[in-house]
């Protein structure tokens, strides 16, 4: 069930940093409100996975699974540029993950 948790909580994170963009430094009311939302879900979701993993393990994860979705959406949804230093740098992310688990 960690691993679930951890999963959810890093949505919630990716939702988080994509609706900071959208926000608009708070201007907007409900991109506003979905980022809050999404602020709050994450630090549950990790806090409930953190009971049965380590720190050490579950928050790098949170955080490259959160930067990796970051990056991903911001190509897709956003047209910010996806240059090869940005893909190699992913992929030292996915290893650093990978190293570890």
Known sequence: ?????????????VTFAMGMKYAEGFTRLW???ITVVAAIGGIYFLTLALRELPVSIA????????????VFLGF???G???TL????SVG????????LK
């Open 1 to 13: 069930m960690a691993w679930l948790f951890l999963l959810i909580a890093a949505g919630f994170e």
């Open 80 to 82: 910010e540029s996806l």
């Open 92 to 99: 030292l992310i996915v290893a650093g993950v990978v190293g």
């Open 31 to 33: 991109p506003s409100l």
């Open 76 to 78: 897709a949804l956003l």
């Open 85 to 88: 230093v940005k893909l190699l």
């Open 59 to 70: 928050y790098p994860i949170w955080t490259a699974i959160g930067s990796l979705g970051t």
